[in-house]
């Protein structure tokens, strides 16, 4: 470990003066990717001083332990090693935590979207559910979001709910959310208490900046048209609601929920860039999506991750068999447990992959 922490400390020493290069501070990515690697790695190599310096202190007291007649000062030596080696062994552990490789895309914002998937009705207000419970996540974070789009469902719910959250590092917690999400409940149609299964889809995708696409607007075709849904005297007389199409590659977006027709365009362009993004992601995440089950953002919209059953209280993910029995407070948006279950299991997994475990 200590080879590559001095490996790494020599790169954010070259990056250093990289950053000072005309030749990167002419090119707006390159800068911008330099800038965040030598960021995340002078965290790295603070740790290392930090460590490097409780090695030389452990190895001094041992030294003089070994040397030392005095008694008084043997004492005060064994006290200080006795503090200095669970440091040790803690400041270890936190530095192997570190070097687990990130997701390039960790610190971005991202733009959520539920689905109602199969279950008509009950998949909607399911839906409608999944919506409530991240914005109230989103809101104990202390993070920000905005409505994007909505369709909302016949009964209640949404058939579909686009929004935008922004905030510190986003995409490295709200990553495992995408996915088909199960619910197992009795719905408040059923007159003869049968359990249905309903499911949404949620795609949790990285927030796309302009110089991660190369987007050229003569292959978009912008529609206009009125807004839909709630909004008082404004719906359907004003045509501020937005629909892009990237013909070469064929997505639509749409946003409707600002009555700024300038407002709503800006936010379907920054959606069509992320869609645009998250497709070329998929491919490079798809290729390790075999040996690495905890990683989500693998493309495959259709996995199962999770199952809500009410009868039972109880949430399961399936991808690392974590269950938990408060689903009430889960709904209520209390999700951190699992997340940070997630987090440990795909860091582990990384560990071992790197050979650091």
Known sequence: M??????????????????????????????K??????????????????????????RNNKDLLRTEKDEEFRA?????????????????????????????????????EIRSGTGGD?????????????????DNKGWKWELINDSPGTAGGYKEVVINVSGEEVYSVMKYESGVH??????????????HT???????????????????????KVDTFRSSGAGGQ??????????????????????????????????????LRTRMYEAELEKRNAEIAAT????????????KIRTYNYPQGRITDHRIGFTSYNLPDFMGGNIEEMIQALQLAENMEKLKAGGLA
């Open 292 to 303: 690495r089950k905890t990683l989500v953002s693998t493309g495959d919209r259709s996995a």
């Open 33 to 58: 990717q330099t800038s965040k690697e030598y960021k995340d790695l002078g965290v790295i190599v603070a740790a290392y001083r930090k460590y490097k310096n409780v090695v030389d202190n452990i």
């Open 198 to 220: 309903s499911a949404a889809s949620v795609a949790v995708m990285p927030e796309a900046d302009e110089v991660d696409v190369d987007l050229d607007m003569k292959d978009v």
């Open 182 to 195: 199960r619910v197992q409940r009795v719905p408040a149609t059923e007159s003869q208490g049968r359990i």
């Open 2 to 31: 200590l080879d590559k922490l001095e490996q790494l400390k020599q790169k954010w020493e070259d990056l250093e003066q990289r950053l000072s290069d005309p030749t990167v501070l002419a090119d707006q990515k390159r800068f």
């Open 76 to 112: 005060m030596a064994k006290e200080e090693l006795d503090l200095l080696e669970p440091q040790k062994e803690q400041m270890e552990a936190d530095i192997r935590l570190m070097l687990v490789p990130k997701d390039a895309e960790d610190e971005r914002d991202v733009i959520l």
């Open 122 to 138: 009950e998949a909607s207000i399911f839906a409608g559910d999944l919506y409530r419970m991240y914005t109230r996540y989103i």
């Open 234 to 271: 404004h719906v359907n007389k004003v045509e501020s609601a937005v629909r892009m199409t990237h013909i070469p590659t064929g997505i639509v977006v749409e946003c409707q929920a600002e009555r700024s027709q300038m407002k709503n365009r800006e936010s379907a362009l920054k959606t």
